[in-house]
């Protein structure tokens, strides 16, 4: 079944480790995305990626990283974890080549930094 | 350049009808509509176009006023399950960036 995946869900970890974030889908998408939410706020999309080794940054500057190797991963790194990078991290993906794609949400990672 | 929502939010009664409007400041090529229930990731539920091409739900309905960068979205004879907070999402003429509005928490009471 095509679905997307994020691993881990929750994560509690102290200030100034480092951290990935585990992204993948199994729908053979070209275009992904991670989107920072806090909870009941809006989502702001921190990184996206038009395919392989292709990454950008999106419109809410992070101090995390992404890289884009397989088509089907695409995982978010923080070198140095700080308590303000407490929130949820989504992942999602969709066709490029389709007009009226959608964006497909993966369920999610919790984080806090303590 | 974040597009705006209204209301910010919705209570209803089972069987009655709401509109949830979406409104940018930026030309638009397309606009989404998200659904996200509390604890769980967005669901995707339309797509309308500039041009008039759209895809999504059979039982919700949007429109799309290109001219004055709004949308909207109706939710007729509400169910219990339609309940969550909705988010529209703007791709401008210039750009393929997917912007996310403020939200519209919908609740629906039996």
């Known amino acids: 079944e095509a679905d997307i995946y994020q691993t881990p869900r929750y994560l509690v970890i102290g200030t100034g480790k480092k951290i990935t974030l585990e992204c993948s889908q199994t729908?053979?998408?070209?275009?992904m995305y991670w989107y920072q939410q806090d909870p009941g706020m809006e989502l702001h999309l921190i990184h996206y990626?038009?395919?392989?080794?292709?990454?950008e940054k999106g419109d809410l500057s992070s101090e995390s990283t992404v890289s884009r190797i397989r088509t089907e991963h695409f995982p978010l790194t923080l070198e140095s974890a700080r308590p303000s990078h407490t929130s949820q991290y989504l992942c999602?993906?969709?066709?490029?080549?389709?007009?009226?794609?959608?964006?497909?949400f993966g369920p999610g990672t919790r984080l806090t930094v303590t | 350049q974040q597009p705006v929502q209204s209301p910010q939010a919705v209570i209803l009664r089972e069987g009655e009808d709401a509109v949830i409007n979406c409104s940018s400041s930026?030309?638009?090529?397309?606009v989404h509509w998200y659904r996200q229930k509390h604890g769980e990731a967005p669901v995707f539920l339309m797509i309308?176009?500039?041009?008039?091409e759209q895809k999504g739900h059979e039982k919700i309905s949007a429109s799309f006023n290109e001219k004055k960068q709004q949308s909207s979205l109706y939710l007729t004879a509400s169910q219990l399950s339609y309940s969550g907070t909705y988010f529209c999402?703007?791709?401008?003429?210039?750009?393929?960036?997917?912007?996310f509005g403020t939200g519209t928490r919908l609740q629906v009471f039996p």
């Open positions: 999602a993906s969709s066709d490029l080549r389709d007009v009226l794609s959608g964006q497909y």
């Open positions: 729908m053979g998408h070209d275009k």
């Open positions: 990626s038009y395919g392989v080794n292709s990454t």
């Open positions: 930026k030309a638009l090529y397309s």
């Open positions: 309308l176009l500039k041009g008039g």
């Open positions: 999402g703007t791709v401008g003429s210039f750009t393929d960036k997917l912007i």
